[in-house]
């Protein structure tokens, strides 16, 4: 049974950080790609970062290029976005995916993940 399990998110005041982590089981977190999405009130769920199974190959939306970091550590089955220079428009629940990666893709598409979590709030106070 695959679970993904995100931590670390909160409320920060505007130009803070966080970091969420994402810990996975039930998989060979190795062979998965995993990504970031997120979703504010009334909006559809975002891509904000996608990361390989290597860790060498980055994806990153606009929105938070320069500012989002996304990272993996594959001995612990985790994977990590730290988030920079917050801002309100930065509110959402952020959710961890994950999906085997066959390669030749972006995995920046909520329809090419097999697996989610239950998402972690985070909130931005300008």
């Known amino acids: 049974q695959v679970q993904l399990i995100e931590s670390g998110g909160g409320t920060v005041q505007a130009g803070g950080s966080l970091r969420l982590s994402c810990v996975a089981s039930?998989?060979?977190?190795?062979?998965?790609?995993m990504g970031w999405f997120r979703q504010a009130p009334g909006k559809e769920r975002e891509f904000v970062a996608a990361i390989r199974r290597s860790g060498n190959i980055l994806y990153y939306a606009d929105s938070v290029k320069g500012r989002f970091t996304i990272s993996r550590d594959n001995a612990k089955n985790t994977g990590f976005l730290q988030m920079n220079s917050l801002k309100p428009e930065d509110t959402a629940i952020y959710y961890c995916?994950?999906?085997?990666?066959?390669?030749?893709?972006?995995?920046?598409?909520?329809?090419?993940?097999?697996?989610w979590g239950q998402g972690t709030q985070v909130t931005v106070s300008s």
């Open positions: 039930g998989v060979t977190f190795s062979n998965y790609a």
């Open positions: 995916a994950s999906t085997v990666d066959y390669g030749a893709k972006r995995y920046s598409s909520r329809d090419e993940y097999a697996f």
